[in-house]
C-alpha cells in the first residue's frame, strides 16, 4: 500500500453496514470473524457508523486484534459531526481507541470534509493526527471522501499515505483513473477502492430504475443493462464488479461492505471465482469496460 510498509491481502473488510440497528451483536461478530478467517485483514469502520466500532471491537477479542490491519476515521462521530479541530480530532481517535479495544490504529482518516481546508489548516486535524502519530497511537494518516479535487490537495500536503475513494471506481465509472489514481501514484499513496458494488447496484440482485428513467421509452439505466446482459448469459455480474476492481492500476485494495457472514462468503467468492476471458471479451464488446483478455 504505496510507501505505509503494509502488505494487506488485495480484498479488505469495511464494517460500515455492520453498525446497522437491525443487526445483533452476534450476526456482526460472526461475519467479521469469517472475514478474518477466510483472510481479509484489513479492516475499516468510522464512529459514523453506529455500534460498528464496539462491534469490531468485540470481534478482534482473543487475539485477533494482532492479525490484522485496523483503521477507522475522524471527524464524522455524531456528537460532533464535521467538527476537525485539534480538540475534537484527540478525543475522536481516543474513544474509537476504547471502543475497538486496542492501544493503536494502524491508519485513521479525516473522513468526509465539507470543506478540506479546514482539515487540512494549522492546528486542526492533520497536525493533531501527525502528533498522534508520533506518540505511536496510529501508524498512518488518510483522508476518506469523494472530491477527486480533495484527493488532490490532501495528497499534496505530503502527509496524507493513503486515500479511500468510493464510488468511481467500478463498472459503471472509472472517473477517479484520470485524477486521484495517477496522483496517487506519482505521490506513492495508498488507494482503497470502496463501493466495488455501486452501493448495491453491481451486488446480484435486480437493479432499480431511477423513475425519471422510467417513464423514457426504450431508456434504461446502465446497471439495469449490465444486470439483464448477465443475467442472459449465465454471468454473475458480482464476480464481473469485483474481479474489475481488483484489476485496477493502484497500489492498494478493494473493500467489500457486507453486512453478514453470507454476504462475506459472496465477496470472498467474487473475488476468487474463476470467470473466462470469453467472458469479459463479450462483457467489454457489449459495453465498452472490462478486462483485457
Known amino acids: 500500500m504505496g510507501a ?9 473488510l469495511g464494517c460500515a453496514f455492520f453498525g ?46 494482532e492479525k490484522v490491519y485496523l483503521q477507522t476515521k475522524t471527524g464524522t462521530h455524531p456528537d460532533r459531526m464535521h467538527d476537525y479541530s485539534a480538540k475534537s480530532t ?76 468510493y464510488l468511481d471506481y467500478n463498472l459503471l465509472t472509472q472517473s477517479v483513473a484520470g485524477t486521484t489514481l495517477p496522483l496517487a501514484k506519482e505521490h506513492n499513496v495508498a488507494i482503497i477502492l470502496a463501493s466495488v458494488f455501486g452501493m448495491g447496484t453491481l451486488a446480484g440482485p435486480e437493479p432499480d ?33 469485483m474481479q474489475f476492481c481488483l484489476a485496477a492500476p493502484i497500489d492498494g485494495i478493494v473493500m467489500a461492505g457486507p453486512a453478514n457472514k453470507q454476504q462475506i462468503e459472496d465477496a470472498y467468492e467474487a473475488a476468487t471465482a474463476d470467470v473466462s476471458p470469453e467472458v469479459w471479451q463479450a462483457f467489454k464488446t457489449e459495453f465498452d469496460v472490462g478486462l483485457e483478455t
Not at 4 to 12: D, F, R, Y
Open 90 to 165: 484527540r478525543w475522536s481517535v481516543e474513544n474509537s481507541l476504547t471502543l475497538l479495544k486496542t492501544d493503536h490504529l494502524d491508519a485513521v482518516l479525516i473522513h468526509d470534509p465539507p470543506d478540506i481546508e479546514h482539515a487540512l489548516a494549522p492546528g486542526c486535524a492533520l497536525d493533531e493526527l501527525l502528533e498522534m502519530k508520533e506518540e505511536g497511537i496510529l501508524k498512518h494518516i488518510g483522508v476518506g471522501i469523494r472530491s477527486h479535487d480533495f484527493h488532490r490537495r490532501a495528497i499534496e500536503t505530503g502527509h496524507v499515505e493513503i486515500v479511500l475513494t
Open 4 to 12: 505505509t510498509g503494509m502488505t494487506p491481502k488485495a480484498l479488505g
Open 20 to 65: 446497522a440497528a437491525e443487526l445483533t451483536d452476534e450476526v456482526a461478530v460472526e461475519g467479521i470473524r469469517r472475514a478474518i478467517e477466510l483472510g481479509l485483514d484489513y479492516v475499516d469502520t468510522s464512529p459514523l457508523y453506529g455500534p460498528s466500532e464496539r462491534r469490531v471491537g468485540l470481534a478482534l477479542e482473543g487475539g485477533l486484534r
Open 209 to 241: 430504475e431511477p423513475n425519471e428513467l422510467r417513464r423514457i421509452p426504450g431508456n434504461k439505466p446502465r446497471a439495469h443493462d449490465m444486470w439483464e446482459w448477465c443475467r442472459d448469459n449465465r454471468v454473475n455480474i458480482r464476480h464481473l464488479a
